[in-house]
């Protein structure tokens, strides 16, 4: 069976990209946390503000990035082994 017009090791690839791919966002935002820990003493206080304002904005960003890809990943794994269950089934595979 096919779903979204892939069949089932086009499914299986699509998942695993969509999880790097978010396993690379948690890293970057994972990564900026580190860096940026100590820049509540970054220049100015406008600065600071500006600059933390800058970083939480970004953090959200992140998050639903993250989110976004998580569901996507989970919906492909879930197509794909419905589509395996409903092939077993049927004696398809």
Known sequence: M?????N?????????RL????KDIEATRKSWDA?????ATFAT???GKSHLAFQQHLFD???LRVRA???LTGQARDSLQGYASADDKQGLR
């Open 61 to 63: 960003t992140l998050r």
């Open 35 to 39: 860096g940026t820990r100590d820049g």
């Open 45 to 47: 206080t406008d600065a």
């Open 19 to 22: 999880s790097l791919a978010t």
């Open 8 to 16: 089932q090791d086009e499914l299986r690839a699509l998942a695993q």
């Open 69 to 71: 890809f998580d569901t």
């Open 2 to 6: 096919n779903g979204f017009g892939l």
